[in-house]
């Protein structure tokens, strides 16, 4: 049998680890989905964020090579973004109930049409003429 002190340090030092995080646990969801171009082909390298409405944290994740993503996120209102370079920003607004579990979020992406035009004209040479007639 166990002295009573030593008894009151395990019980204490095993549950400062186990309370804290009952205490502090919430419900998790998951935000999932994949992205697609315009053509409907799986785009990966996206970078997908989730930011919490109520706390502005956001939650950073990136496309797999099938375009698929999943990001663990508490339950509540996300604007969810999808970035890439050389494709046009694409977010909305997501609610993600306790209950639900996974809201799958899907985005079609465009690429950006960049296009510059730069326009070079020569300024008109003028040269100085003069010119005598004599009858």
Known sequence: ????????????????????????????????GVVRDT???????????????ATNIPQTTVSG??????????????????????FRRVSQSVDLAAAQGAREVNFPIEPALNQEVTVTANQPRTFGLSARIDF
């Open 1 to 32: 049998m166990m002295p009573m002190r030593t008894s009151i340090v395990v019980l204490s030092f095993l549950l400062s680890g186990f309370l804290p995080a009952a205490l502090t646990a919430q419900p998790q969801g998951r935000s999932t």
């Open 65 to 86: 090579s099938d375009g698929s993503f999943s990001l663990a996120v508490a339950p509540g209102a996300y604007t969810v973004t999808a970035t890439l370079s050389g």
């Open 39 to 53: 053509t409907g082909s799986p785009v990966p390298g996206v970078t997908i964020t989730a930011t919490s409405a």
